[in-house]
């Protein structure tokens, strides 16, 4: 009998189901349900349509058996830094608001003036980005102080999924140290931060580490959906588990976890709340047994998914790399992490614009549009590597590229060509994987990290770009 394990995996745009288990030595995985994640506009806000994607988590679980392979786990990961707060009752304080929201515009400089931005980063150790649940608390507390006065519960929204289903709240700590309010020295939250902001502090549970067991499905949705499990923490914060998932042990090495962020860094033990990673925002995510995710956040495919869907007709990616590939001599770059790109109302004018405004060549057709984001990107990739190897001290051989980013092979060698560095691709479901070792790491089907990632290893074709 296959011993099952479910990966629940949500991004910005699509939510899988992913079913694991471990056969003759090697981790093998198939995806059993897919949905459609999307912003929706309510009250003037951005918003995540939480009741909808819970159906959804459900639904999956479901099919888990309808067809007969059901797990004895599962885990939830989802984006980082977006939550909901409940009150006594357990009911959503106003809209589930998302990162690509306005509402955090100009709410750090009021919030610096209660914590200096660069008190902030040495105590935190997270890179400056308005999205940061920080800056979004500043904001409701802005907008609406008496959701914070009302709120018992802070839950991350993959910790509120678990909630729903167990009946549990259990905050988690990869996901909890995205939204800058965790010590960088302590691992805990920084209450002498979250007093001096004015956010009540007992709405913030203890941290718990990926492995810990959340609880057993309640009895309802055990009903509805034909079995029980055990709802696990993986590493929550998607980036969290893809990390795990990357297929080395030694140390001569960077990541980048591709997909519509990309999130490019190396593991290390100690934070760096340094003034020099402070000045080149670098962020230190907590990962795995609090070992540190050094990284810094880039724009990623977003820009290219963004531009796809404003075209008249769906072109698959392929489609789109070769028009850009008969670009090549156009040389436009922009900053990919640049505001004006996280959000708009038109990617294609926001490129058009930033090209125009900087003193560049206009990109004119679709093409040049992706001609220059590709090369943006793969010159970001490169700059990031300059500014890892410059803080470190030293140099590192390889870059190894997980999640479904990976799967652009175009990206990939202009990634090569601008780095210089030795280039692997795969695993391409990386973060859906990460989220599976963790369940298994809880089972003993691995003693260690190090056996789960050489498992990883001999399990997939981890591909050389050349």
């Not at 009998?1 to 981790?27: F, P, Q, W």
């Not at 790399?321 to 001599?329: L, R, S, T, V």
Request: charged share 25%; with cysteine; hydrophobic share 35%.
């Amino acid at each position: 009998m296959c011993k099952y394990y479910l990966a629940v995996d949500i991004g910005a745009s699509s939510g899988r189901h992913i079913l694991g288990t471990v056969e003759n030595g090697k981790i093998k995985y198939e995806e059993v349900y897919r949905f459609e994640n999307n912003l929706e506009k309510k009250d003037g806000h951005l918003c995540w349509n939480i009741d909808r994607l819970f159906e959804e988590i459900v639904n999956g679980i479901a099919k888990c058996k309808e067809i007969g392979k059901i797990p004895v786990s599962m885990g939830i990961d989802t984006w980082g830094v977006d939550f909901v707060l409940l009150d006594e009752n357990d009911n959503i304080l106003g809209n589930t608001v998302a990162y690509r929201d306005s509402r955090t515009e100009g709410i750090d400089k009021e919030l610096y003036k209660v914590v200096p931005e660069t008190e902030l980063y040495e105590r935190t150790g997270i890179q400056k980005a308005l999205f940061n649940s920080i800056y979004q608390l500043y904001a409701i507390k802005k907008e609406n102080p008496e959701y914070i006065k009302k709120a018992k519960s802070f839950l991350m929204i993959p910790e509120y999924f678990n909630f729903l289903l167990t009946g549990v709240k259990k905050n988690e700590y990869t996901n909890a140290t995205t939204g800058q309010l965790v010590n960088a020295v302590t691992k805990d939250w920084d209450y002498e931060l979250i007093d001096r902001l004015g956010y009540n502090r007992e709405m913030f549970g203890k941290l718990y580490l990926p492995k810990t067991v959340v609880g057993p499905l309640k009895e309802e949705i055990a009903a509805n959906v034909g079995f029980n499990m055990e709802v696990i923490l993986p590493a929550t914060h998607d980036t969290g588990s893809a990390v795990m998932a990357v297929p080395a042990n030694d140390d001569d090495f960077i990541y980048l976890s591709s997909g519509t962020w990309s999130l490019m860094g190396i593991e290390r033990r100690e934070a760096d709340c340094s003034k020099k990673s402070c000045e080149y925002n670098f962020t230190n995510e907590g990962g795995y047994d609090y070992r540190f995710r050094y990284l810094k956040n880039i724009m990623g495919l977003w820009m290219i998914q963004s531009v796809r869907r404003e075209q008249p007709q769906k072109l698959s990616f392929q489609e789109l790399i070769a028009m850009a590939q008969k670009e090549e001599g156009f040389t436009s770059l922009v900053n990919v992490n640049d505001n004006s790109f996280l959000a708009p109302e038109s990617m294609t004018e926001a490129i058009k614009e930033y090209c125009k405004n900087s003193g560049q060549p206009v990109p004119e057709n679709l093409g040049q549009i992706l001609q220059c984001i590709y090369n943006s990107l793969a010159k970001s990739y490169s700059d990031t590597v300059k500014q890892i190897e410059e803080i470190t001290g030293r140099t590192y051989k390889r870059l190894h590229i997980v999640g479904g980013g990976c799967q652009d092979q175009y990206l990939n060698k202009k990634t090569m060509e601008a780095t210089g560095k030795e280039v692997y691709a795969g695993p391409v479901e990386g973060t859906a994987l990460g989220n599976l070792m963790a369940q298994m790491l809880r089972s003993g089907e691995f003693a260690t990290l190090e056996d789960a990632r050489s498992c990883v290893a001999e399990s997939f074709d981890i591909k050389k770009v050349l």
